[in-house]
């Protein structure tokens, strides 16, 4: 689980703080700093009484697994946008996400307004439990129809998972550019790589399920390619960061499946780190958002949830790590539509967490690791 910040009496919430005008004289009179908060262009006349009742609510809670550090900027600029609604945002690990809220709602806790996380699979097991409510957003018509689903869960992000690789450790003519090739290098020089690959533990991580399962249902080849990873000995990892970190560090020579967006914003910072993303497939996954059902402030809900679909919100993750879903926002990268597979936004999720089918993959995930041990 990540650490936490300490802010004002909400224990493990960060609290980006509302404008400082008078609470009670903005609901009244529904101004700040000196003016009346407009409406964004083309939504309906009735989106001001959405706005004013945003506003009176005054907070909007939100448990969410993108690094705070990216969305500094994000609520930064939704808070001038819309003067007088603090924003608490709690940075957790999604396996705890979906502890905490399912244990506070079920126990009729005050919990999140907004739920948003990249175990797209377990947010729509939550949407399919009846934990989120229905909201027709005005943004809807610029998404593409994979990102949404029942006007409950809306694909923030676009967010590539690909390789990462220490330069150093890999020289440039053997950088995979396929699964293929990365299958092929480790099995030519599995010594020079025992101990040095690294990828998700699908046991104890989410996302890290999510990411090899799709693997397996994309191509019959990710078996031979999870042998030949296993016969490494591959460190296992809970976060994309950590193993970002051991790359960066020499203690690992390749990353696989990391998340790419996070992979491109370190390697700017550090030369030492190379990114791919397989020219055969690049999975491209979303973080799925949802208003809660229960959600003590929907109409602060609704507006933050409204401004990350927005063009000005989409273009705020742009210029960080987290890669916008929509397409008519300008975007650092983008992949060709050849090599990028999105994960829909829907019920077919709901596969991934059938017991039986988890356990069976599992089983079939530790036997590969434990062939891999058995190589000579």
């Known amino acids: 689980m990540r650490s936490f910040i300490t802010v004002l009496t909400l224990a493990a919430m960060v609290a980006f703080p509302a404008m400082t005008a008078p609470a009670d004289a903005q ?20 989106y001001d009484g959405l706005i004013a009742d945003a506003r009176a609510e005054g907070t909007v809670r939100i448990y969410a697994n993108a690094d705070k550090a990216e969305m500094v900027p994000v609520v930064a ?40 996380s990249s175990a797209m699979d377990q947010q729509i097991k939550l949407i399919n439990d009846g934990y989120a409510q229905q909201y027709a957003s005005p943004e809807k018509p610029a998404l593409p129809a994979t990102a949404v689903w029942k006007n409950m869960g809306f694909g923030v992000t676009a967010e590539p998972i690909g390789m990462a690789y220490n330069k150093k450790l890999v020289p440039a003519a053997l950088v995979p550019q396929s699964h293929q090739q990365l299958e092929q290098l480790l099995r030519h020089r599995r010594a020079a790589f025992t101990g040095k690959v690294a990828t998700f533990d699908p046991a104890r991580s989410n996302v890290g399920y999510l990411y090899l399962s799709q693997d397996f249902q994309i191509t019959r080849d990710t078996r031979s390619l999870a042998e030949a990873i296993a016969a490494t000995r591959p460190v296992l990892a809970t976060h994309t960061e950590e193993m970002l970190q051991g790359v ?50 929907p109409a602060a809900a609704r507006l933050f949830l409204d401004f990350l679909l927005s063009r000005a919100g989409q273009s705020q993750l742009a210029r960080h790590s987290l890669w916008p879903v929509r397409t008519d926002v300008p975007a650092s990268h983008r992949l060709p539509a050849g090599q990028a597979r999105p994960v829909r936004v829907g019920p077919q999720l709901l596969v991934n967490l059938d017991r039986l089918t988890r356990a069976r993959f599992l089983r079939d995930w530790n036997a590969i690791l434990a062939s891999g041990h058995k190589t000579p």
């Open 27 to 46: 609901r009244q009179s529904g101004q700040a700093q000196g003016g009346r908060v407009q409406r964004p262009a083309g939504y309906p006349r009735s």
């Open 77 to 116: 600029a939704f808070r001038r946008a819309y003067p007088g609604i603090q924003v608490l945002y709690a940075d957790l690990g999604s396996a705890e996400l979906y502890r905490r809220y399912t244990a506070e709602t079920r126990a009729k806790q005050y919990s999140a307004d907004i739920v948003w």
């Open 248 to 297: 960066a560090s020499g203690k690992l020579a390749i990353a696989y499946n990391v998340i790419g967006s996070y992979a491109l914003e370190r390697a700017r910072r550090d030369p030492n780190i190379g990114v791919i993303f397989p020219h055969d497939y690049t999975i491209v996954t979303s973080r799925i958002a949802f208003i809660a059902r229960e959600a003590r402030h």
